[in-house]
């Protein structure tokens, strides 16, 4: 059973940086395509960052040059470096498991808990 579990979220003022964290069990971690998405009230989920098996990433162009996305295949964890924080960051964040095609992530049904940014102005 696939498990994902995210932490590192919080409250930050605008401007600053955060990290989140997803460790994943359950399956073979370095097989698989990670994505962070994220969703805030009365919106949509959207994807935010997505990496590949081999390490490709993808960023939605709201967070180009702000966002990194990383992952340790040692440890089972994909990571979100935020930085330079606004509060339109502001949402649930949430890591998905999926696959990678054609610069394209096709996020499964496999979904964390999800993790709170609050973005202050």
């Known amino acids: 059973q696939v498990q994902l579990v995210e932490s590192g979220g919080g409250l930050v003022q605008a401007g600053g940086s955060l990290r989140l964290s997803c460790a994943a069990s359950?399956?073979?971690?370095?097989?698989?395509?990670m994505g962070w998405y994220r969703q805030a009230p009365g919106k949509q989920r959207e994807l935010v960052a997505a990496?590949?098996?081999?390490?490709?990433?993808n960023y939605a162009d709201s967070v180009k040059g702000r966002f990194t996305i990383s992952r340790d295949n040692a440890k089972s964890t994909v990571y979100l470096q935020m930085a330079s924080l606004k509060p339109e960051d502001t949402a649930v964040y949430y890591c998905?498991?999926?696959?990678?095609?054609?610069?394209?992530?096709?996020?499964?049904?496999?979904w964390g808990q999800g993790t709170q940014v609050t973005v202050s102005s």
């Open positions: 998905n498991r999926g696959t990678y095609g054609r610069f394209t992530y096709y996020p499964s049904n496999y």
């Open positions: 359950g399956s073979i971690f370095s097989s698989y395509a």
């Open positions: 990496i590949s098996s081999g390490g490709s990433t």
